[in-house]
Structure formats: C-alpha cells, structure tokens
C-alpha cells in the first residue's frame, strides 16, 4: 500500500544537489523508523539514510557527509538532501516508514520497512 509520496527534484549535474521530499497521510508523524532507500535494476534496493523517532540517523557509508535526511514533523513530511551526487547514484529512490520495527533495530542495515512511496526516478548527468 502506498501511504507515502515522493517529490522533489528529479536530474542534477554530477556534483550538483538534489532535495527529495516525502508527503505522507499520516503515517511519518507516527512512525519509529522512517528512511530513504535506492535501487538500480540488477542491483537490489539499498537503504541510504535513515532516521528513528528519537531522531537518530544512521547513513550508507559513501553518502555520509553528502546527505541529510531529516523530518519536518509539522507538515509530516520527510526529507533527503543530497550534495554532490555522483552519477552512480542515479537510482529510483523511494521513501519508506514504518510504525512497528522496534527502534533498536532502525538502522541502516533494516533491509525493508512497513510503508513505501511508488519511488521518483534520480538522474544525474557527467
């Protein structure tokens, strides 16, 4: 089911910075683990930055320093700001959120979340 939206800036230069946002009807504002992932075809989907309700973070490694995921509470909704893209990091990437996950376990190793967005389709150019 698709409780979550996708928005925000889809194709960037290598180099340049993309914000992604994620609307939701609900479901972020009363979520303990919510995240951004990404997948490119043949590769599986992979999480990049993922936030809990304590408001830890937790990031795929090539992206720390680069990336910034955060959530706006009033407008329910979450965000990822990204800086430096490479272009290996053109992926469809999908928002996700999940209410049950026992907050221990909200890291960047949690392989699949209750809630997902349909995706929105990063480009990015050399």
């Known amino acids: 089911q698709a409780d979550l939206m996708e928005f925000g800036g889809v194709s960037a230069p290598a180099g340049g910075s993309l914000r992604l946002s994620c609307s939701s009807s609900?479901?972020?504002?009363?979520?303990?683990?919510m995240g951004w992932y990404r997948e490119v075809p043949g590769k599986g989907r992979e999480a990049v930055a993922i936030?809990?309700?304590?408001?830890?973070?937790t990031y795929k490694d090539s992206v720390k320093g680069r990336f910034t995921i955060s959530q706006d509470r009033a407008k329910n909704t979450l965000s990822l700001e990204m800086n430096d893209l490479n272009p290996h990091e053109a992926a469809m990437y999908y928002c996700a959120a999940d209410l049950e996950v026992i907050q221990a376990f909200c890291d960047i190793e949690l392989r699949g979340m209750e809630y997902w967005g349909k995706g929105t389709l990063v480009t990015i150019s050399d």
């Open positions: 936030l809990d309700k304590s408001g830890r973070t």
């Open positions: 609900g479901v972020i504002e009363s979520s303990v683990c």
